[in-house]
């Protein structure tokens, strides 16, 4: 099969200087949606056709996988395909889709394929109550049995009589042609019509009057046909997807407090028994294991969490491996790199960067710790800072198995604090510290007899 999507158009209702296509649904643009689509289908050849933005698109989604046909200026969607046909393949059938029609089911566009065959034209075809704007679907009269009659014609709204416009079967603008019969029909589509473009809607009347079957088939939902013109419409479907795919996780067991309040921006693969809270957001690849809780307000991006973690409330996680049954949150930070062990504990406003924390080893309140390895039980007190930056260069903190880190402590790397090492609150460590020791570099504690606090000057009265 060959594929065309539609991309060229300006989108002028978006109010927006970015290529219509190129806004974002659940994260990532509207013409991705519909590429990862068409590539469950494995279609030989994917031709994009794009105008309005440039090289912005191709650049945006550029893929070995992608022709991409430049259409200037855009004289209408027949005009549109025309551009791709130097790229087409006239052995396999040409599917035809909208680079701003973001949810179309897969399912939805092997039905079509398989209705049409070999031979046919098909159409995708939705029946709205309002089919305003929307190319109507002609047909003739009705079988004795009921059934639809065949299809005739497409006529534009612009271009229709009352009859006309009183059809509620619409266009979706997807559909499949045998591609010799897509190049002859192309050349011979005229503009004389209201909007002086090429219809491609108008090679079906040319199918017809050739005798060629013209099938329909119809999508599982409307949504997904529902195309995106303005961002009140992207916001829509941004709403629509969402709820799906809260669906999908409910019906595969995971807990979802309540399926109109999560967001999932790229995957979420989740275990038996996990539950997620209101007011998260998924990005990117994020897979849980099984008895996993995600409390209120996280935002997890490409994020692995092993069984029976819990993460607490205002967490933010992005680029981390969290083992078993540890606990995070609340309001922790983990950013990219940090790998910590099971039954590890990282409490709140503790942030970490690139540091492995191995297994039971804890972290509970207030401390930075990046570019560090730290060993099994190891006691980060409150207030730990590694200070890994020296103003140019990063330098790594080393932390054995079972130190004990007092509370207040800069840790200056690189240093290394040895095993069952003890440090005293408030030590500033600059050289390694011994294992089994305690180290402490606090200058001691004094205390002066008969001292007296300052006294408020007397106020001079002025002259
Ligand atoms: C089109 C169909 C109409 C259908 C409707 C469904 C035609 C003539 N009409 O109408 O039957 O009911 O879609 O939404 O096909 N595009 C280009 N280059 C162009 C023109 C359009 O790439 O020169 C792209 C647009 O970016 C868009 C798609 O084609 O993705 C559809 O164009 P649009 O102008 O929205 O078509 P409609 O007039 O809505
Ligand atoms: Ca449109």
């Given at each position: 099969m060959n594929v065309v999507v539609l991309a060229a158009g300006l989108g002028k209702r978006m109010r927006s200087d970015v290529p219509k296509v190129l806004h974002r649904l659940a994260g990532r643009p509207l013409l991705g949606h519909v590429l990862d689509t068409v590539r469950t289908l494995s279609p030989s050849r994917i031709v994009v056709i794009h105008g309005h933005g440039g090289e912005a698109v191709p650049t945006a989604?550029?893929?070995?996988?992608l022709a991409w046909a430049k259409q200037e200026p855009q004289l209408g969607t027949g005009h549109a395909v025309m551009q791709a046909l130097p790229h087409l393949d006239d052995a396999a059938p040409t599917l035809i889709l909208y680079g701003d029609v973001p949810l179309t089911r897969a399912g939805t566009l092997r039905a079509l394929v398989e209705t049409a065959g070999a031979g046919a034209l098909g159409l995708l075809t939705v029946d709205l109550q309002d089919p305003t704007g929307y190319g109507r679907i002609v047909r003739g009269a009705a079988a004795a049995d009921g059934a639809r009659g065949p299809v005739r014609r497409i006529v534009e709204h612009k271009d229709a009589d009352d009859a006309t416009r009183a059809i509620r079967e619409v266009n979706t603008g997807i559909m499949v042609v045998p591609t010799p019969m897509l190049r002859r029909w192309l050349g011979a589509l005229?503009?004389?019509n209201a909007q002086r473009e090429y219809y491609l809607t108008d090679i079906v009347a040319m199918a017809v009057a050739e005798g060629v079957t013209v099938a329909t088939a119809q999508p599982a939902h409307d949504w997904e046909t529902l195309g995106v013109n303005s961002k009140t419409q992207l916001a829509e479907l941004e709403r629509i997807h969402q709820r799906t795919v809260a669906d999908a996780l409910l019906e595969a067991g995971v807990g979802l407090a309540d399926p109109s309040r999560i967001d999932v921006r790229g995957r979420l693969v989740a275990g038996r028994d996990c539950f997620v809270d209101v007011n998260c957001v998924f990005e990117g690849e994020v897979v849980l294991g099984d008895r996993v809780s995600i409390g209120a307000n996280c935002v997890l991006s490409n994020v692995t969490i092993g069984s029976g973690t819990e993460v607490l409330p205002m967490c933010h996680l992005e680029s981390a491996v969290i083992g078993a049954d540890a606990r995070i949150g609340p309001f922790a930070r983990l950013r990219p790199g940090t790998v910590l062990g099971e039954h590890t504990h990282v409490g709140n406003f503790v942030e970490m960067k690139n540091t492995r924390m191995a297994a039971r080893s804890k972290a509970n309140h207030l401390a930075y710790v990046g570019d560090a390895k730290v060993g099994e039980r190891v006691n980060i007190g409150a207030g730990t800072i590694t200070c890994n930056y020296d103003g140019a260069n990063k330098h790594v903190t080393v932390i054995e198995d079972d130190a004990f880190i007092g509370s207040d402590t800069q840790l200056v790397a690189p240093v290394t604090v040895g095993a069952g090492a003890t440090l005293g609150a408030g030590t500033t460590l600059t050289r390694d510290a011994p294992a089994g020791q305690l180290t402490v570099t606090r200058v001691k504690q004094t205390s002066v007899p008969g001292w007296k606090r300052p006294v408020k000057a007397p106020k001079v009265p002025k002259e």
């Open positions: 989604l550029a893929a070995p996988d005229s503009n004389d």
